[in-house]
Nanobody, 115 residues
Framework: QVQLVESGGALVQPGGSLRLSCVASRMLFSIYTMSWYRQAPGSQRELVASINSGSRTFYVDSVKGRFTISRDNAKNTVYLQMNSLKPEDTAVYYC?????????WGQGTQVTVSS
């Protein structure tokens, strides 16, 4: 079964930066699209960024120019570099992929942007 484990969440000040990591196991990582979602309290989970097997990327408008998704297939890891963080970015961030008929999610990592 696919396993995804996120790390890197922290408390940061507005304008600061964080890099989130998601390590995948038990999957042929390089051929699958990987995504980052986030969910703030009382809000729907939203897609933040995706990267496919050819490293083509997608970003939700609210993070364009600030966040960068990347992948290192040799390490089975997808990253989310977050710069110029805003309080509105506060959420639990989840790693996601679809393998076969199944959706897989990590446990989430908390990002809090506050003074």
């Amino acid at each position: 079964q696919v396993q995804l484990v996120e790390s890197g969440g922290a408390l940061v000040q507005p304008g600061g930066s964080l890099r989130l990591s998601c390590v995948a196991s038990r999957m042929l990582f390089s051929i699958y699209t990987m995504s980052w979602y986030r969910q703030a309290p009382g809000s729907q989970r939203e897609l933040v960024a995706s990267i496919n097997s050819g490293s083509r990327t997608f970003y939700v408008d609210s993070v364009k120019g600030r966040f960068t998704i990347s992948r290192d297939n040799a390490k089975n890891t997808v990253y989310l570099q977050m710069n110029s963080l805003k309080p509105e970015d506060t959420a639990v961030y989840y790693c996601n992929t679809q393998v076969g008929r199944s959706d897989y999610w990590g446990q989430g990592t908390q990002v809090t942007v506050s003074s």
